[in-house]
């Protein structure tokens, strides 16, 4: 753990119990005087390093002795439109894309997506906070829905698809904005929109046909890291 997310972070002196206690204390076994990093999501960029002090069976104290700004992200910001799969596949990918460092995900009704799934955007966060304390990031992948592909294409004209293409997605490339289909992938009146609005098109090269969260993670890879 890097840093723990706490709404009182940035007080003098905090009073630990509850879930935060249970997992500092109780999981990861800090003792009396041991430092610990918190962060405030609504202040991601500062730090504050605490003491624990006065451990009791069910509370604590942690005792402010050092605040800084301190920053961790990718250097690079890719934005990535995600045509909407099963939730359950999403939330295995959720936290490498967050470790890998993508910045924002729309996702987006396709044709070919199930339009009856629901995204729990609140369990998507608490997955995102995790993984960011695991690896240090401050501000974890943001998230949008948007149930029109045309919508998305609209606001985000820069967008490159990433479909079967003789041309091959490269390595650190500038891209901005990546749209990845669903499972199936892009339905003919979809790709036809695409030509229409000369949107570019590109593939990964490789021999095999990826699941759209392996692809997401592909792509992510390639550009960010």
């Avoid at 962060?39 to 390093?49: A, G």
């Avoid at 070919?112 to 997955?127: G, H, I, M, P, V």
Wanted: hydrophobic share 35%; glycine share 4%; with cysteine.
């Amino acid at each position: 753990m890097q840093f723990l997310y706490d709404e009182q972070s940035g007080k003098e002196i905090i009073e630990l119990k509850g879930e935060n206690f249970n997992y500092l204390v109780k999981v990861r076994r800090h003792k009396e005087a041991d430092e610990i990093a918190l962060r405030n999501t609504l202040k991601p960029d500062e730090l504050y390093i605490y003491n624990l002090k006065d451990v009791e069976p069910k509370r604590a104290k942690l005792v402010l002795k050092e605040h800084k700004t301190f920053s961790i992200k990718s250097e690079k910001k890719l934005h990535i439109g995600w045509c909407v799969i099963d939730t359950t596949s999403i939330e295995k990918a959720l936290p490498m894309l967050n470790e890998i460092g993508l910045d924002k995900i729309t996702f987006i009704y396709c044709d070919r997506s199930q339009k009856n799934t629901k995204l729990n955007l609140a369990r998507f966060e608490r997955l995102l906070n995790s993984s960011s304390m695991q690896c240090g990031r401050d501000t974890p992948i943001k998230i949008v829905i948007n149930r029109s592909l045309d919508d998305f294409l609209q606001k985000n004209p820069e967008t490159v698809v990433i479909d079967f293409s003789e041309e091959t997605l490269e390595d650190n490339t500038d891209y901005k904005t990546i749209l990845v289909g669903c499972e199936g992938g892009f339905s003919k009146d979809e790709r036809t929109n695409f030509k229409n609005l000369n949107i570019k098109t590109v593939g990964l090269n490789s021999p095999m046909i990826l699941r759209s969260e392996s692809a997401v993670v592909a792509v992510s890879s390639k550009i960010l890291l």
